[in-house]
T-cell receptor, first 114, second 109 residues
Framework: IAGITQAPTSQILAAGRRMTLRCTQD?????MYWYRQDLGLGLRLIHY???????GKGEVPDGYSVSRANTDDFPLTLASAVPSQTSVYFC?????????????FGPGTRLTVL | GQNIDQPTEMTATEGAIVQINCTYQ??????LFWYQQHAGEAPTFLSY??LDGLEEKGRFSSFLSRSKGYSYLLLKELQMKDSASYLC??????????WGAGTKLIIKP
């Protein structure tokens, strides 16, 4: 049972490069989320998807894009990376967007933009 | 704006009890979550409160007062493995989670 997987585990990227962070879940959860976590700050929502085929903007969406072509996958793309996007990125999923449902987190991707 | 406040760091002794407080101001309220996050790892779910009162789950309990915008996480019989950050998160009117910066708990022998 994998739960949520993310790839790569870590990456060092030159500024201006394009990068896609991968996220896959095998729990058949409807909702998926991308967060970034920076020292001294809470997790901040970048983008979310309540169900396959739909996406929405979170608190800090600028510079990022997502797609949700199917239930399992929710890739996050940085079109042209900048140093301020250096962070730890967590993908999460929940059975439904509302109600009680807890969010399950992937192991994270540590991204450094130079 | 929306705001979740937690102490940055707390220290406690193995075997003791510690209470981690969380106050919040959000646009709407649809539940409060506590997560545990060990260094370098992903957050994992601990507890959920949507009604006022205490929810107990083994050594961990969580309390909520909606009128005061206040919650606490109570950890009993502390063990060294409880050394971690504890994250408070509130689900707002848009059903999105607003996260506090977390409380780093240091357990000393």
């Amino acid at each position: 049972i994998a739960g949520i997987t993310q790839a790569p585990t870590s990456q060092i990227l030159a500024a201006g490069r394009r990068m896609t962070l991968r996220c896959t879940q095998d729990m058949r959860h409807n909702a998926m989320y991308w967060y970034r976590q920076d020292l001294g700050l809470g997790l901040r929502l970048i983008h979310y998807s309540n169900t396959a085929g739909t996406t929405g903007k979170g608190e800090v969406p600028d510079g990022y894009s997502v797609s949700r072509a199917n239930t399992d996958d929710f890739p996050l793309t940085l079109a042209s990376a900048v140093p301020s996007q250096t962070s730890v990125y967590f993908c999460a999923s929940s059975d439904k967007a509302g109600d009680y449902n807890e969010q399950f987190f992937g192991p994270g991707t540590r991204l450094t933009v130079l | 704006g929306q705001n979740i406040d937690q102490p940055t760091e707390m220290t406690a002794t193995e075997g003791a009890i510690v209470q981690i407080n969380c106050t919040y101001q959000t646009s709407g309220f649809n539940g409060l979550f506590w997560y545990q996050q060990h260094a370098g790892e992903a957050p994992t779910f601990l507890s959920y409160n949507v009604l006022d009162g205490l929810e107990e789950k083994g050594r961990f309990s969580s309390f909520l007062s909606r009128s005061k915008g206040y919650s606490y996480l109570l950890l009993k019989e502390l063990q060294m493995k409880d050394s971690a950050s504890y994250l408070c998160a509130v689900r707002d009117s848009n059903y999105q989670l607003i996260w506090g910066a977390g409380t780093k708990l240091i357990i000393k022998p």
